[in-house]
């Protein structure tokens, strides 16, 4: 089992950044898969970054939003900059373990889900 816990969410003006960590336990964290996913009201939740084999984002964080991995804090995170409205949602980690080549961009795709942050961006 693989326990989640996210942390760094909160509220920011337009055009501004926030980090989110996520702290994994349970497993080898190097033998993971890890992702952020975002969830807004009414919505499906959707992918947002990965850091598998590689490391990939959805279009509409491309070069906003970073994501990177500490090995040796058992952490991953994500840099969100230039934030805009459209962003707010509740944003969650999740994690498998796999380590794949293959792009990993669904929910149904992993195990284990923490319990989510909010962020919100203010106008």
Known sequence: QVQLHESGGGLVEAGGSLRLSCEAS??????????????APGREREFV?????NIYYADSVNGRFTISRDNAKNTVYLQMNSLKPDDTAVYYCAAI????????????????WGHGTQVTVST
């Open 97 to 112: 373990q796999l380590m794949s080549a293959a792009r990993m961009t669904e929910p149904y795709q992993y195990d284990y």
């Open 26 to 39: 349970g497993l080898p964290f190097r033998s993971l898969s890890l992702a952020w996913f975002r969830q």
């Open 49 to 53: 970054a990965a850091a598998t084999w």
